[in-house]
């Protein structure tokens, strides 16, 4: 069964009456240095208890640490039917640009941390979550929220310490993440990743004595650029028929416009980036140590386990140690791009926004790995990705009353069917 049209036209009125509260409200969220690391989102949790509380809708709060809560709900609809979970996170990147938690609103983009990668797209779970209880009786299932900590590291205290520790939670038929996406396109895929390590020591020395000492700056510099060399933006191995997804015309133009020119070409392609690398105090000396920390990402189908071991190989002969991070390495996931909640999502983004919806692979991670991992669907609907992390991050306020009302439509679809 459908969802009714007087049940839409409800949904619709509701937002249309709160669009300002809600500008409000996520601007209020934006202003809330919910940073990670350190990782604390105690302020964001009270204020997201506080949205639910207002609402009157059941909640409560598990943690594996005290400063990283996470806060789940759950209500029954008026009859049997599937269970649909609501995920987004509180935790947003550290800042360079401290006007960013004034959170202003300019020519129509509201301006923030968070604004992209995610608050926007965990307050449309949250008023998802709220709005329909309103009509439960008219749905069926279950509904539940999950508003987690930690998912910039890697969240071992977030979803994953869920999936661990509270299976009951986070175990349903289907997930509906809110993380940055763009409107229109739909999000069924992301690769892995190898977060590494790399460094080497020596005794040290004068500048101009090279033969008295190796040099580990030298070593970290010549073992990363054979890295480069051997694995930065070479085809990976893809089953044919996932390949073709993503060389579709539709998914190709879709990719690029969304996610900047190439990007539907790098979704098919390892990538090696170096984001930090330390060593030496002056020019003329040779130092005692240095280190490399690179993140390198993987497409669906790349076989992970004989990277990591070509790159320990690689590290062993170059004279050099190699530490993964195990929190924020993991293999990449997919969902069917023609699942039942990706139709849903498509049907309404071209009845809302009259934009089609063509798989696009996601180039980084989401905590909706650790549903597909486990054979749930899981699909994304969130605001453009472009501004995420950066000193200019924003969300137009259109986008953002559009994924509110996406998110509230299409859980109401999925939880209309018995």
């Known amino acids: 069964m459908a969802t009714t049209s007087a049940l ?8 249309d ?3 300002d509260q809600l500008i409000a409200t996520l601007q209020q969220f934006l202003r809330i240095r919910s940073v990670n690391p350190p ?4 302020e964001a949790a009270a204020f997201v208890r506080g949205i639910l509380d207002r609402h009157g809708v059941p909640h409560r709060t598990l943690a594996a640490v005290d400063e990283m809560p996470n ?3 759950r209500w029954e609809g008026g009859r049997p039917g599937r269970h649909l979970v609501l995920n987004g996170h509180m935790d947003v990147f550290p800042v360079q640009n401290e006007a960013l938690w004034e959170a202003p609103i300019r020519d129509g983009l509201l301006y923030g941390r968070g604004a992209s990668d995610m608050k926007t797209g965990t307050l449309a779970g949250i008023m998802a979550y709220c709005y329909l209880h309103a009509h439960r009786a ?4 279950a509904l539940s929220l999950t508003v987690v900590s930690d998912e910039q590291s890697g969240g071992r205290y977030g979803t994953r310490f869920l999936f661990e520790q509270h299976p009951e939670v986070v175990e349903a038929d289907c997930c509906l993440n809110g993380e940055p996406s763009a409107l229109g396109n739909i999000r069924f895929m992301e690769k892995g990743t190898l977060r590494f390590s790399l460094s080497s020591t020596g005794i040290g020395g004068h500048g101009g004595y090279p033969h008295q000492a190796p040099n580990p700056i030298e070593r970290i510099v010549r073992l990363t650029h054979a890295i480069y060399e051997r694995f930065h933006l070479k085809l990976g191995e893809m089953d044919p028929a996932i390949d073709a997804l993503l060389t579709a015309p539709a998914t190709v133009a879709a990719a690029d416009r969304l996610l900047g020119k190439g990007a539907a070409e790098t979704a098919r392609r390892i990538t090696v980036n170096i984001g930090i690398i330390q060593g030496g105090q002056k020019a003329t000396q040779i130092p005692t140590a240095c280190s ?3 993140d390198i990402r993987l497409p669906y189908g790349t076989d ?3 990277v990591r071991a070509e790159l320990e190989a690689m590290a062993e002969a170059g004279h050099c140690s190699m530490v993964v991070n195990e929190d924020h390495s993991y293999p990449a996931s997919m969902t069917d791009p023609d699942c039942e909640m990706a139709r849903i999502l498509r049907r309404n983004t071209r009845g809302l926004l009259s934009l089609d919806g063509p798989p696009v692979c996601s180039l980084g991670g989401t905590d909706a790995r650790y549903w597909r991992w486990r054979g749930i669907p899981a699909v994304i609907c969130g605001p453009s990705n472009l501004s995420m992390g950066t000193d200019q991050e924003h969300v137009a306020v259109e986008e953002a009353i559009a994924v509110i009302r996406l998110q509230a439509l299409c859980a109401a679809d999925y939880l209309s069917v018995a």
């Open 17 to 19: 009456a709160d669009r």
């Open 292 to 294: 490399a920390h690179l």
């Open 304 to 306: 992970r386990d004989a």
């Open 8 to 15: 839409r036209a409800a949904i619709n009125a509701r937002i």
């Open 138 to 141: 008219e749905l069926a299932g």
């Open 39 to 42: 990782g604390d989102t105690r």
């Open 71 to 73: 806060v789940v709900g």
